[in-house]
């Protein structure tokens, strides 16, 4: 891929689409169930979460099982 194509393409999609697997690789083991139980504790029930660019999907997947 040329500099130029590059530099045309939107940045963040690009990164995502070359990278996902390796991002997934470094995210998906992270214990975040702290934080997770901080917002929930915030929300009132029931509530709704709109997830945006969810990656690997980890965190729509533990609110989704809290419901």
Partial sequence: MTA???LTKDSTHFYYETHAKDYFQATHAGDLERLWRMLSQRLETPALILDL?????????????QG
Avoid at 57 to 62: E, I, K, N, P, W
């Fill in 4 to 6: 130029k194509t590059m």
């Fill in 53 to 65: 660019g969810c990656g690997s999907g980890r965190d729509l997947r533990f609110f989704a099982s």
